[in-house]
Every structure is written in structure tokens, then in C-alpha cells.
């Protein structure tokens, strides 16, 4: 009777844990940009408030906090004894416009559950929690700023690109009090061994499966370009239309172009999703025509071969109606295979959380893939109801999230005893 007491005890600990790893992630949807929905974007203030709020609830685990130069939010919850490895837990705490409460947030949310499950346990290794600064890339249109800087992938002309108000990268990590000269010190310690990721699948998969975990075993490659049309701008109403340059024209022709083509080639998805006209008058004929492209495949020669099929039937088009053209690629990000070890440890922990477990692919791309450079990555996938994702509508199941949690402590314990991942460096 005593044994079944604590097991319903235990059980009620875990679901209470989940609901609060929920509550958690709602309430830094509160912080946004705009009143009506969810936009936090790369340094912006709101972000502030979510360091304020996270760091909250670290304190009483006793870690030690800080905000590296790129305003990722790091806390280490130190080994039984020191020195010791490091294995870093995290995700993204920026978000899209008009977003969710779950994606990116709650990897962060489950970081932080995982210290509160330990009871203050100390395990042969040290965890590092992170909650990067971005990852969307919606703010200065490059992705992953984040994690680029553990990497050390932050270099100048980086840092000079700029956002749609003039601001350069610099400048935003300036103003929001931290120092772009210091940057060395937000790359990855020698110490840190590994890197886990919890997100939601993003996908329809895993409810179809009726699956609520899942192993991400590879991460597709994916190219993000601006493409930009040049015509003429000129008056709606007295410019016949044989002797027009429209930019927006030529744009429309080349989107359905990307789309029928895509359509063709099993596995690819390419998305025209921001179009910008200039000057973007009713009665004015689009002198320019800016847009975003992102191409995804999980073969990089299947993916480079779309981009340059896009690229050279985008020029063909601007040439068929006197246009110009110009483009550049802001990410150009191959095909990642997730750690085999990691991804095997976390089968089994899966397992041991009472769930079947299962591999999948990952169309969408991740922090874990910037940190795979470096140091062993793995990610854990959370079943998305609906496949809804980057949207007000985007959930998670509180079952679901409890399942998670459960793997996560398994896979703790798990790397605790296996002296192959304790002797895991960083690489050059």
C-alpha cells in the first residue's frame, strides 16, 4: 500500500510539473511587441521582461546566471563535484509575429522542469541551461543569432547587417545593454559535452502515429534567399500595359513558378513568404519587388538543385518583361544527422517513460543543428495537435509534456552512468 501511496505521489508531482511547464510558457507569451499577439523578436524589450521572469524561476535551483553578449540567457547547475563536463539543455526564446506560447519556449520551460525534477541532485556532470536570443531570424532576416555566437559564428559583416528601422545587429546588442566587443565570451567552454533540444514536432506526424514522443535522428537542409525584381515605376492610370516593367508582375509569375516546381520534386517545400512592393502605392506601378524564399530538403543536391532552378528561371523571367534582377542567400544551411549516441540514449529513455519510440526527420530547422558544429546534438520531438505551429493556435498536451519531462529525467540519470558520454569534448 505504501509503495502505490508514493507512486500516486509521484505521479501527481509529474502531472503538477507538466501543468506548470504549460502555465510557464503562456506567461512569457504575455511579453510581445504588440498588444493584440505574440512577437518577440531578437533583442527586442519585451525580452527583458522574460529574462526577468525565467530568472525567477532558476533562482531558487541554485544555478548560476548570466546573459552572454548576444543575450542568450545561460544557467549552470553545477556537478556533484568539479571540474566536470557540461551538457547543455535549451531552445529559442524569440518567436515569429503572431505566434504561439509553445514553440522554441517550451524546450527552455522543460530545461528548467528537469533541475526542479532532480530535487537538487547533483549528477557526475554539470547542465547549462539556455534560452537563445534568436532563431527565427525575423528581425535582421539571418536565423539561428543565437547559437551562431556559441559556435563562434559571428563575424563582422554580421554584425553591420541591419533591421527594417536602420539598426544594425551591433547596434541592437548595444542597446540592449550588452556589449558586442565581448562576444569571444558567449562561444562554448571546453567542458561542454553535449546538447539537447525538447521542441514541438511543428507537424502532423506524430498525431497520426498517436505518438506523443519522438527521436529527431536528421534535420533537412535549408537555403534562405531575398530575391528582388527591378522594373520601372510609373503612373497606374496612364502607362498602357504593354509598355510597363512591373515588378510585382514578374514576381507573381516566378512565385507560381516556385510552386508548380516544388510541387515536382518529392520531399521538397519551398515558401515565398514575405513580398514587399516599392513604393507600394494603389496607383503606382511596383518599380520593385522583394522577396524571401526558403527551400528545405533532407538531400543537399536535391536542395542546391532547386535553388539554382529557381534563381536561373527568376532571371529568365525578369528578362521576358525588361527586368532586372537581384538576389542573395542569408542561409545556406546543409543536411544535419543528429548525435547516433545521443539519439540511441534517448530511444531508450523514451522507452523508459512508457512510450513507443520513434525517428523522424525534422523539416524545420533548429539551434541543435548550429550546435551539432561543435558538440554532440540530439533533439526530443513533442506530438503538435493539429500540426498548427507559429500560429495563436499552436498547443501541446499536458500528457504529452509530462511524458516528456519523464524521458528527460530517464536520459539524465542514463548519461549519468555511461563513462563514454562523460569523456566527450568539444571539438575544434
Known sequence: MERDSTQVNTAIAASNLAQEVMRRCRVLASFSEDSAGTRRSFLSPPMHEVHREISRWLQPLGVNMRLD????????????????????????????????????????????ALLEALHGRRLPYAIEVVG??????IRFGIPFLGSRALVGRIDEELLMATDAAGVCVREAIAQFGRNPDELAGARLASDVCGYLEFHIEQGPALEKLDLPLAVVDAIAGQTRLEVTFVGRANHAGTTPMDSRCDA???????????????????????TVGSVRAHPGAANVIAGEAHLSLDIRHHD??????????????ARQIAANRGLTLRHATHLDQPAVAMDRFLSDQIEAAIQSAGCRPHRMTSGAGHDAMILTEK??????????????????????APADVEKAIACGVHLLDQLASTPAFLTRTLRA
Request: hydrophobic share 50%; proline share 6%.
Open 375 to 396: 558538440v554532440p546534438a540530439a533533439m526530443i520531438f513533442l506530438r503538435t495537435p493539429g500540426g498548427i505551429s507559429h500560429d495563436p493556435a499552436e498547443s501541446v
Open 132 to 137: 537563445f536570443s534568436d532563431e527565427e531570424g
Open 69 to 112: 553578449a548576444m543575450g542568450n540567457l545561460r544557467a549552470v547547475y553545477p556537478a556533484a563535484v568539479t571540474p566536470a563536463p557540461r551538457l547543455l539543455i535549451g531552445s529559442h526564446l524569440d518567436t515569429v509575429p503572431n505566434a504561439g506560447a509553445y514553440d522554441g519556449i517550451l524546450g527552455v520551460m522543460i530545461a528548467i
Open 248 to 270: 510585382i508582375a514578374g514576381a507573381a509569375e516566378w512565385i507560381m513558378l516556385v510552386e508548380r516546381e516544388a510541387n515536382a520534386v518529392t520531399g521538397l517545400v519551398a
Open 300 to 313: 543537399d543536391a536535391t536542395r542546391n538543385r532547386a535553388v539554382k532552378t529557381f534563381v536561373r528561371e
